[in-house]
């Protein structure tokens, strides 16, 4: 399982944004994580889409969680920037060549689409168990508890502040 660059800085960024007391513009993440603001940018328009987090207009406006850290899953996330479609997708290979099994002899699924479809399915039910909470929680444990509160002040300065954290 691949997943791309944009659920890393999603996943980030739904930590970070427990410890914001006020909408965070985008770029201002993206300064955080020194990523690229434009690509950022999309992740949280695609968090958005999904209902996961808010887009608030205005001279104060940002992104904000819509929903309680713990509400908000790691599969969530996942489906949120790189879509739902399964890890793996059988062709019937088997009812091709010169051994083709016929269609009509094709009543359960082979046993690699099975398996394959076992092994995401166990992929899935384990990041559905893990919130953006339990992330909060490791951080905290990691790093402190004063970690996510001097990301949230730095968050909410003026744009290219710089903290001491």
Do not use: N
Request: proline residues 7%; aromatic residues 4%.
């Amino acid at each position: 399982m691949k997943l791309s660059g944009g659920v890393e800085w999603a996943l980030h960024c739904c930590v970070v944004l427990t410890a914001a007391d006020e909408p965070v513009p985008a770029a201002r993440l993206a300064e955080l994580h020194d990523v690229s603001p434009s690509y950022l940018a999309k992740q949280m328009q695609a968090l958005a889409r999904a209902g996961l987090v808010r887009s608030v207009q205005g001279k104060t406006g940002g992104y904000e969680l819509v929903k309680s850290a713990h509400g908000i899953t790691l599969l969530d996330v996942v489906q949120a920037v790189d879509g739902t479609s399964p890890a793996f997708v059988c062709t019937e290979i088997r009812q091709r060549g010169p051994y083709a099994t016929p269609p009509e002899q094709c009543t359960k699924q082979c046993p690699i689409a099975r398996a394959m479809g076992a092994a995401d399915g166990a992929w899935r039910a384990s990041l559905a168990a893990v919130t953006v909470a339990d992330l909060v929680t490791s951080v905290e444990g990691d790093s402190g508890p004063e970690a996510l509160p001097t990301i949230g002040a730095w968050l909410t300065e003026g744009p290219g502040a710089r903290g001491s954290g």
